[in-house]
């Protein structure tokens, strides 16, 4: 570990250290999971369907999450940020369009399923890649909105990797993340909910639960319900009462949500995992095809 650089405020070497060796370990568990989901998506052919595609947006955006980790993880060793002002900026962009990213696509999955097992109307291709490439668009849009003066950008309070700065919580925080919160997050948090206890409901009709309806929303919640919390209390009280390791709690629990969604959408998905068992051995698997059950 680097030791020409003072430790930054309200840390101990060794609390730097773990939120370093954690943000590691989740930046690389995270990104190889999730790039075998990509990879198996462009190798195998029966998984290149509509209804995968937003799967693979999915684990896109939280490859990009990782990266932005282990961004955060390496300047956590070095005990400083090494990037400068700008260095900041961008890495502020870039986890708050593929964290963003990410959550709307996990709704168009909901949609997905939603459809395929209620309507019984397959997804075509100009359907899925329109709402991937909105998705993508309308995450960039969001994110650019702090560079350009609504929100603001900057360190989190281990000063060693820059998100939202919600430590001012003056009017133009407070509007930008109410705007924030109902498109970005409410919104996707709805049409997931409703979409699953929908897919739940026929279910329970035809007698036979083909995987959990309730543990996307909730993976939602647990994964970034902590930053909301933290954005929304900071919008109504002086954050600075609360200690500053308890702050850097919520980003430790997101940089979770890769590794939970490729469990979640991939890994517990029977056919995809099949596609992924047969990249990965070269056995193809009766029932390869995928038709977005999760096991």
Not at 79 to 97: A, E, K, S
Not at 172 to 192: E, R, S
Request: hydrophobic share 45%.
């Amino acid at each position: 570990m680097v030791t020409s650089y003072p430790l930054p405020e309200g840390f101990t070497e060794l609390e730097v250290f773990a939120i370093g060796t954690i943000l590691l370990v989740e930046a690389l568990l995270g990104f190889c999971l999730n790039g075998l989901t990509i990879v198996s998506f462009r190798k195998i052919k029966e998984l290149q369907t509509p209804g995968n595609l937003p799967i693979v947006s999915v684990a896109l955006a939280d490859c990009g999450i990782c990266i932005n980790a282990f961004i955060a993880s390496f300047s956590s060793f070095l005990r400083y940020w090494p990037y400068g002002t700008d260095g900041c900026q961008i890495h502020g962009f870039q986890g708050f369009l593929t964290s963003l990213a990410s959550i709307s696509s996990s709704a168009v999955v909901a949609w997905d399923r939603y459809h395929h097992y209620c309507s019984r109307r397959q997804v075509h291709w100009s359907t899925s890649i329109s709402l991937v490439i909105f998705v993508w668009l309308f995450s960039a849009f969001w994110s650019v909105m702090p560079l350009l003066g609504w929100g603001e950008y900057n360190y989190e309070p281990l000063r060693t990797c820059c998100t939202l700065d919600y430590s001012k919580g003056d009017r133009n925080y407070v509007t930008f993340l109410f705007a924030l919160a109902i498109f970005n997050f409410l919104i996707p948090g709805f049409i997931m909910l409703t979409a699953y206890q929908s897919v739940e409901h026929k279910f329970k009709r035809i007698g036979q639960f083909e995987f959990n309806t309730g543990l996307p929303v909730k993976t939602l919640i647990i994964c970034w319900g902590p930053y909301c919390l933290l954005y929304f209390y900071a919008a109504v009280q002086n954050v600075t009462f609360i200690p500053l390791k308890l702050q850097m709690v919520p980003a430790i629990i997101a940089k979770t949500s890769p590794t939970m969604n490729a469990f979640l959408y991939s890994l517990g998905n029977e056919n995809y995992r099949g596609g992924i068992w047969q990249f990965l051995t070269g056995q193809k698997v009766e029932k390869a095809e995928v038709n977005n059950k999760i096991k």
